[in-house]
């Protein structure tokens, strides 16, 4: 006779149990389509980046253009939501990319006017805004609730492999090579793949949810607005997922304030040019895959939140030591057995600024791929169906709103007292938010209870 323990492992689906994640076929597509689309925006971002700042002699106007990237998430982030709960997610999918498609174009003909190219970028990063929602929103709908972790590993690698192959890889390789134009053309073809993509999947149907839905109407849209901070009071009542959304902002605004800094960071610390950051800090796409391979089996070890405070802490150390990479170089100098290098200060052709530097941008991804990931897959499993769009919004308007005054005055108080400075600031902030969730973490675990998912509160 089977032992009750062999009934329970029979009566499981064995085949659902052990299916890797890329085996469900929607979330396979829905995964290319991320990767394929992202690499073409991160190309084409490289690439704006490189023409406004030769159009506008200099990086002054660099900033307008990250600004023109960010507002857009800000404003329309507030309908994204309402769309993405009320209408077809597949059709979003598709036609985001589409519209993304014909805007690469649009760069490639306005590709020698900086106006017409912020102009473009305001309409490119609101159609990356409504993808960038329903493509978050859409992986709990693919995959089975037990493998949301997994999948949203996989998922963060994904953006992280767009980042290496779009910033690192095809901008700086096609960019001298064969021109703008073509970075265009071919980011208009892939975004062309990724509707494919889209195109091949199944309709994304919820338990709740009717196949076919129609386009919201203009008075849902109008509603938004009180949507929006409907949603944020819900995240309010529940303590989890209110953790959850200032850990996934942190985590975003940090992408935001390297953008800027590390431009500044080339020129005052290592004192090379800006345009070797993608080489420098290549590391830190390196560590982030890391990161995200090892997360399932760090998050199953010690919880979502512990790993999350795990990757604050990391990133607060990984801040403080890139702060203090010129006193650790002249420290390393004046030693005889700890020196690696020879007498002009350099190994293998690199100095040892440049190498101590690559040296901590491995751990900051690392560190990194353990913040995001947890704390979306927590809004997922705590969040309904039918206001995962509303919440994943709501978690992108603040991630960006939060990030836009520290994008605005980063490079003015780097500019004054140190980018050295900023970086300090960033480890304070990343370490109190550390110790505040260390608290909270710990107030939970002894037995008082934090509150019921989004799906039960009332």
């Known amino acids: 006779m089977a032992t009750p323990q062999l009934q329970v492992l029979r009566a499981q689906p064995l085949e659902e149990k052990q299916k890797p994640v890329l085996m469900h076929k929607s979330f396979l597509l829905l995964w290319l389509a991320q990767l394929i689309s992202q690499s073409a925006q991160n190309a084409i971002l490289f690439t704006l980046l490189v023409l406004v700042t030769s159009l506008t002699d200099g990086s002054t106007f660099t900033s307008v253009l990250v600004l023109s990237f960010v507002i857009p998430s800000v404003v329309f982030g507030v309908f994204s939501g309402v769309i993405v709960d009320l209408w077809s997610k597949r059709l979003l999918l598709i036609y985001t990319n589409v519209a993304r498609m014909l805007l690469a174009i ?13 102009v473009i970028s305001v309409f490119f990063a609101t159609a990356s805004q409504f993808f960038g929602t329903t493509d978050a929103v859409t992986v709990p709908s693919v995959v089975p609730k037990s493998q949301l972790m997994a999948a949203n590993s996989v998922f963060s690698m994904a953006v992280t492999g767009s980042q290496l192959i779009g910033m690192i890889f095809l901008a700086p390789i096609l960019l001298p090579t064969l021109g703008a134009e073509w970075i265009f053309i071919i980011g208009s073809a892939m975004f062309a793949i990724a509707v494919l993509c889209a195109w091949l999947m199944p309709p994304i149907v919820d338990d709740d949810e009717a196949p076919d839905r129609s386009m919201p109407t203009f008075g849902e849209l109008r509603s938004a607005g009180g949507d929006y901070m409907n949603t ?18 942190a985590g975003s605004s940090m992408v935001l304030l390297f953008a800027v800094l590390v431009p500044r960071y080339m020129q005052a610390v290592l004192e090379i040019s800006p345009d070797k950051a993608v080489t420098i800090f290549a590391p830190v796409g390196v560590g982030a895959i890391i990161g995200l391979r090892a997360l399932p089996l760090i998050a199953a070890r010690f919880g979502k939140t512990r790993t999350v405070i795990a990757g604050l802490t990391g990133l607060t150390l990984c801040c403080i030591a890139l ?27 690199l100095s040892i600024l440049v190498l101590l530097t690559m040296g901590f941008a491995g751990p900051v991804g690392f560190a990194y791929a ?16 039918e206001q995962r769009g509303r919440v994943f919004a709501a978690q992108v308007v603040l991630a960006n709103a939060v990030g836009i005054l520290p994008l605005v005055v980063a490079g003015s108080v780097a500019d004054i007292f140190g980018v050295t400075a900023v970086l300090f600031l960033i480890a304070l902030a990343l370490g109190t938010l550390a110790g505040v969730s260390i608290y909270l973490e710990t107030k939970w675990s002894v037995g008082r209870r934090p509150g019921p998912p989004l799906s039960e509160v009332s």
């Open 106 to 118: 649009a760069f490639l003909l306005s590709r020698d006017h900086f106006v017409g190219l912020i």
């Open 232 to 249: 944020l009071r819900t995240i309010g009542k529940d303590p989890v997922s209110s953790l959850a959304l200032i850990h996934y902002a």
């Open 323 to 349: 702060g203090l990479v010129e006193p650790f170089a002249e420290w390393l100098q004046t030693t005889e057995n700890l020196n690696p290098f020879s007498d002009d200060g350099r190994a293998g052709g």
């Open 370 to 385: 353990l913040v995001n990931a947890p704390a979306q897959t927590t809004l997922h499993e705590r969040a309904p169906a």
